[in-house]
Each structure stands twice: as structure tokens, then as C-alpha cells.
């Protein structure tokens, strides 16, 4: 299984072929599955994105509220026997992902997906943790996802680097 997580794509207007690098577009699609941690922004790209993968998500705190109102805060799915939680502020700080951690094991998660820092991260410890970064606006990182394969109970996850924008 393979999966994509994204977040913060901050899509205002305009189709996700304008917006987002057709190298993100691609892993998109051959993904078994698109997790986006909040801020869409936009319901256009919420829906779009819904049209190219099955996609699983939460709202970020600049969604707009037409999105706040249908997609949920957090969750938890099942996947191949591992808990994935969603949420999009879990951790407050690039340096410190002590918040994350304990919202991980607070949503009895094997595995965070979450969003807000703009900056990839992948850390193990009893949990994964893991902030794809954003492929639009990056903060002190490149643009970014995280793909995630999960085989014979194990997952492992890699940070992929996207072209576009760069914030050092």
C-alpha cells in the first residue's frame, strides 16, 4: 500500500494543474491513497483532489468554512492494521514535536499525519510521526510529501522533495 500525504497546499483559486508541480500531480495519482493534512483553502481543490485519488482528510485553520463544515478536525483510519491520525496542528514548533507525539497517542494512533509547521518531518518512536511539508509554500525546507509504503505490517515513510518553491 502505497500512500501520499500532503498538506498546505493553499490553493485560493484556480485549478490544482496551476497550482500544484506535475511531479506531485503524478505521485498523486499513482498512489493507493492521498492523505491531506488541512488547509486546502479551497473547496475547488478539495473537490479536484477528490476527483484524482481516494483521498482522506481533515480541515487546517485557514480552510474555508464550507470545508470546516463537511471535514472533521482529526480522525483515525484503519489501514492494512495500523491507526493513521489526521489532524493539522499537532505540533507548534519545527524544533519540537513532543505535542504531536502525545496527540498521537491521545488519538491512539500508530502513525500522525499533520500539517501547520510547512516543513517535512519524519520521526520514529513509539509512534511515526509524520508533517509532508508543503509543496507550495515551504517554511525554512523545499517544497515537499511524504510518501508512506506500508508491507507486511511495517511502514516506512520518505520525504520527497518537489520542485517550485524553497524557503531557507
Given at each position: 500500500?502505497r500512500?501520499?500525504?500532503?498538506?498546505?497546499?493553499?490553493?485560493?483559486?484556480?485549478?490544482?494543474?496551476?497550482?500544484?508541480?506535475?511531479?506531485?500531480?503524478?505521485?498523486?495519482?499513482?498512489?493507493?491513497?492521498?492523505?491531506?493534512?488541512?488547509?486546502?483553502?479551497?473547496?475547488?481543490?478539495?473537490?479536484?483532489?477528490?476527483?484524482?485519488?481516494?483521498?482522506?482528510?481533515?480541515?487546517?485553520n485557514?480552510?474555508?468554512?464550507?470545508?470546516?463544515?463537511?471535514?472533521p478536525?482529526?480522525?483515525?483510519?484503519?489501514?492494512?492494521?495500523?491507526?493513521?491520525?489526521?489532524?493539522?496542528?499537532?505540533?507548534?514548533?519545527?524544533?519540537?514535536?513532543?505535542?504531536?507525539?502525545?496527540?498521537?497517542?491521545?488519538?491512539?494512533?500508530?502513525?500522525?499525519i499533520?500539517?501547520?509547521?510547512?516543513?517535512?518531518i519524519?520521526?520514529?518512536?513509539?509512534v511515526?510521526?509524520?508533517?509532508?511539508?508543503s509543496?507550495?509554500?515551504?517554511?525554512?525546507?523545499?517544497?515537499?510529501?511524504?510518501?508512506?509504503?506500508?508491507?507486511?505490517?511495517?511502514?516506512?515513510?520518505?520525504?520527497?522533495?518537489?520542485?517550485?518553491?524553497?524557503?531557507?
Amino acid at each position: 500500500m502505497r500512500i501520499l500525504a500532503i498538506a498546505d497546499t493553499h490553493i485560493k483559486h484556480g485549478s490544482i494543474n496551476d497550482q500544484l508541480p506535475d511531479d506531485l500531480i503524478r505521485l498523486i495519482k499513482e498512489a493507493d491513497m492521498l492523505i491531506h493534512a488541512g488547509d486546502f483553502i479551497s473547496k475547488q481543490a478539495f473537490d479536484e483532489l477528490s476527483t484524482i485519488a481516494e483521498l482522506e482528510s481533515v480541515h487546517g485553520n485557514m480552510d474555508d468554512p464550507v470545508l470546516k463544515g463537511i471535514l472533521p478536525e482529526r480522525k483515525v483510519i484503519e489501514v492494512e492494521g495500523m491507526n493513521i491520525g489526521i489532524i493539522h496542528e499537532a505540533a507548534l514548533s519545527i524544533q519540537d514535536t513532543t505535542g504531536a507525539r502525545y496527540m498521537a497517542k491521545e488519538m491512539g494512533a500508530d502513525v500522525l499525519i499533520f500539517g501547520h509547521i510547512h516543513k517535512p518531518i519524519i520521526e520514529r518512536s513509539d509512534v511515526l510521526l509524520v508533517c509532508p511539508g508543503s509543496p507550495t509554500s515551504p517554511r525554512l525546507s523545499e517544497a515537499a510529501a511524504v510518501e508512506l509504503v506500508i508491507e507486511q505490517g511495517r511502514i516506512s515513510g520518505k520525504i520527497i522533495t518537489l520542485p517550485g518553491a524553497r524557503c531557507f
